[in-house]
């Protein structure tokens, strides 16, 4: 039986052993999220009360958390949720964790949104969700909002995020994302497909080894589904229609190329804020009496 200890004391067992695997910094991060996952406090509230003394059952509760952690489990699991684009998502097993890195395609999406006034809009493979309830939430005006997931176990995510962020317009398809074949011409299309080559899945840090590997590895060298789906929404989208992929490091050139093949122009490569380039896009060639506004 663990002994029982004030608030602050706890946090500071917990920076503690986290901070033998990673920062200290991240690791004062990590402990406070822990706290508010155990005690439903933000970390104002945790200062608030850090006099306070904890139950053993409490203290035993957060150092069941720390070892999971600290055997590599992601710290968005054991929160249960995580944020994307100031939007809370659920998470867990069976699902892609949110990143930073995915607001890059979520910001390209938005851009382009702007030359449509009742755009129609598909985001493949999409996990949690977290793309196509940010478009829902800042794009009031999409007419629809395709949900494409093909995995029995992330659905229940996507389910939840959509319903609990009261996202009406958005149309869940539990299809794949290779074969299956939208009702409708689409205005945006947005990708973020499996990526990692089997080298880089071998190289993956401990964290992301409890990610489902359906939503990390591809063939190819990571480039087949880019190859595939840079051909099939080319059918889908509208005249001066915008597809957007997120890619891996390293990966923007090629797939810049493949879309070019597949007779995209505008093809543009952008960075994330780290300097990755981090997202491929094109259009669809508009006929020559139309523009992307008036399509």
């Not at 959509?162 to 317009?169: D, F, K, Q």
């Amino acid at each position: 039986m663990v002994e029982a200890m004030g608030l602050w004391e706890l946090y500071q067992q917990a920076a503690r052993e986290l901070s033998a695997r990673m920062p200290e910094r991240e690791a004062s991060f990590e402990a406070f999220c822990l706290l508010e996952k155990l005690f439903g406090w933000n970390k104002n509230q945790v200062l608030l009360h850090k006099d306070q003394e904890v139950s053993p059952e409490q203290a035993e509760n957060l150092a069941a958390l720390l070892e999971k952690r600290k055997s590599g489990y992601p710290l968005q699991y054991l929160l249960g949720s995580w944020d994307f684009w100031g939007y809370d998502f659920q998470v867990g097993e069976g699902v892609l964790i949110p990143r930073a890195d995915t607001e890059t395609l979520c910001e390209a999406v938005l851009t382009a949104a702007k030359d449509f006034p009742a755009p129609v809009i598909c985001d493949l493979c999409s996990g949690s969700g977290c793309l196509p309830v940010v478009y829902a939430k800042e794009l009031p005006q999409a007419r629809r909002i395709y949900a494409v997931e093909l995995s029995e176990a992330a659905l229940p995510y996507l389910r939840a995020n959509v319903e609990r962020h009261g996202c009406e317009n958005v149309r869940i398809v539990p299809e794949d994302a290779l074969r299956w074949t939208p009702p409708e011409p689409l205005h945006i299309i947005s990708a973020n497909p499996p990526y990692l080559s089997a080298d880089e899945m071998a190289q993956l840090q401990k964290e992301v080894s409890f990610e489902p590997k359906m939503a990390l590895e591809a063939p190819e060298n990571g480039l087949y589904f880019y190859r595939i789906l840079s051909r099939r929404c080319y059918d889908w989208l509208a005249e001066g229609g915008f597809l957007a992929f997120e890619v891996g490091y390293r990966q923007a050139a090629a797939v810049a190329e493949l879309m070019k093949k597949a007779a995209y122009t505008d093809i543009r490569i952008i960075a994330d804020l780290c300097g990755v380039e981090r997202v491929v896009s094109g259009r669809k060639k508009a006929a020559a009496s139309l523009s992307p506004a008036t399509v």
